[in-house]
């Protein structure tokens, strides 16, 4: 049922245009994925919410390549593994970090929850200081 929410989101962004759309469920114990290829097929998947499943999620996510990621919001399950998904694909130095991390032999959702954690400490930071987002910003652990 859950990929079924997930499906009708990507079918409502990808109509608008012929991109390629994925939408993500988010449980605390299951992930259900569904990837829309412009405007032909649906794929669905579903993934145990654990280092497993984020990996073979990731690795999907990978190969689609899709030009847009629609979270469902399931209870706030979402907040936290949007920013953290968007920082890990977009913000070199939190994908040099979550590298670091599972390269050391740590858990993919454990690298994860990491790069969340580093993300809400800097954006502390900036509000505490009354800073903007610096992209040159440099931490300890770099």
Known sequence: MAWAKATFAISFIASISA???????????????????????????????????????????????PERIVLEATGGYEQPVSAALSATRCNQKIRAFYDRLTDRGKAKKTALVACMRKLLVIMNTMMKNGTQWNSEYQTSST
């Open 19 to 65: 991109m390629t759309c994925a939408g993500i469920d988010v449980a605390k114990k299951h992930l259900d994925l569904a990837i829309r290829f412009g405007s032909e097929e649906v794929e669905t998947h579903h993934f145990e919410n654990d280092s497993e499943g984020i990996t073979q999620l990731e690795e999907l996510l990978r190969e689609a390549d």
